[in-house]
């Protein structure tokens, strides 16, 4: 059984399964509603529902507040629909953006490498070809888990293209049952699903403006992703990737990084380690502090490009916007999970 869903304010109407969420339908057919978690937590992909009636699935209180609920808004990443139905969705025109609908891909555990004490990469072989834009990510279905979880794709798109083979480095969280199954218990053959690609952190080609990455933790793998693959199209704009971590122990793929900057004279890589830095000899703070110090608290003429922890995020904004850089400007991943949920969302920044 199906039920037909009117998407303004494009006009489209889809075809939606029993049980299939509305982001999931619109995605597969080549329709793009903004989204970032894909599973109730963040609040991006709220819509309006205009006619019929949905259910809201497992979507977050604090995500979908019960006012929001009275007024007919509901999250497409959670919402089915329980009669043929009309939403009005909040959806930009992005001339960088390519239509790749969703797939789904049957993978295999092909490596794990311990990259630091609290992240781990992970190869999947994948069962056929994926087509992506650098920097969007994919959903992984656990075992015994409910929902899936997000992870970007690290590696590029000519890697991935050449060995069949997509890279996730997934940061271990506190009492998160997702990232201690692929900490723990995953192993190499295990077989998992995945769907994607997802999302609209990619690189805004036409802009043609030097670009800063700015990354925290397990948020280098968006960025790592965005850089190879720019640098491997001979993209001769400068890149700056100012590169956070806790401490030296961390702080993984800076030997590649540091390779890349000595062979791209257009690219530079400035480590910062926020805690123990003790025998390093790069910048001693935050992000978005080296950020600040690396160009003199002035960014104009840049875009920013984002990825990482929550807190992180918002630091940069506001640094960034103190440095003469508008929202337009702007792109940013947040790596939110479940416990971020329940927090405020950025003030500074309406797509945050
Ligand atoms: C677009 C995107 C891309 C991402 N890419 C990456 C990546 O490349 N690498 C990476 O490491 N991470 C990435 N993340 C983050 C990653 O998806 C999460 O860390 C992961 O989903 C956490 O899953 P989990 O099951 O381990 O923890 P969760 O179930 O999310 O739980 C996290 C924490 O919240 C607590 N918690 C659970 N439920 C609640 C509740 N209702 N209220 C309060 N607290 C609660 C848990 O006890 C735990 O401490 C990405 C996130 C997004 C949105």
């Not at 789904?104 to 490498?113: G, K, L, P």
């Not at 311990?114 to 069962?127: M, N, S, Y």
């Not at 070809?129 to 969007?136: H, N, P, R, W």
Request: aromatic share 8%; net charge negative; charged share 20%.
């Amino acid at each position: 059984m199906s039920q037909q869903l009117t998407i303004e304010p494009l006009g489209a109407t889809i075809e939606v399964e029993d049980g299939q969420t509305i982001l999931d339908a619109a995605l597969r057919q080549g329709i793009y509603i903004p989204h970032a978690c894909g599973h109730g937590l963040c609040g991006t992909c709220k819509v309006q529902v205009t006619e019929g009636e949905v259910d809201h699935g497992v979507a977050n209180p604090f995500a979908l507040m019960d006012f929001e609920r009275d007024e007919g808004k509901t999250l497409a990443c959670c919402a089915t629909l329980v009669s043929d139905a009309g939403i009005e969705a909040d959806i930009d025109e992005d001339p960088d953006a390519r239509i790749i609908p969703i797939t789904d891909f049957d993978t295999t555990v092909s490596r794990i490498e311990t990259l630091t004490p609290t992240i781990k990469a992970i190869w999947l072989k994948l069962d056929k070809a994926i087509d992506f834009q650098a920097g969007q990510y994919v959903q992984i279905s656990l075992p015994g888990i409910e929902g899936d979880r997000p992870f970007s794709i690290a590696n590029s798109p000519e890697e991935i293209s050449r060995t069949g083979e997509l890279e996730i480095n997934v940061r271990i969280i506190p009492g998160g049952a997702g990232t201690a199954y692929l900490h723990e218990t995953l192993k190499v053959g295990d077989k998992l699903h995945v769907t994607g690609p997802y999302g609209r952190f990619f690189v805004r080609t036409s802009l043609n403006a030097p670009m800063i990455f700015m990354a925290g933790g397990s948020g280098l793998s968006s960025p790592r992703s965005m850089i190879l693959d720019l640098l491997a199209d001979g993209c001769t704009l400068p890149i700056t990737l100012i590169y956070g971590q806790r401490n030296k122990a961390e702080l993984y793929y800076d030997d590649e990084f540091k390779a890349l900057a000595a062979k791209h004279s257009n690219f530079t890589y400035v480590p910062a380690l926020s805690e123990d830095a003790a025998g390093f000899d790069g910048f001693k703070g935050f992000v978005h502090e080296a950020a600040q110090n690396h160009f003199n608290g002035d960014f104009s003429g840049h875009k920013a490009y984002l990825c990482g922890p929550p807190a992180m995020i918002e630091a940069c904004l506001g640094t960034l916007m103190q440095g003469r850089l508008y929202e337009r400007d702007i792109y940013a991943e947040k790596f939110i999970t479940a416990a971020d949920a329940s927090k405020p969302r950025s003030a500074l920044f309406k797509r945050v």
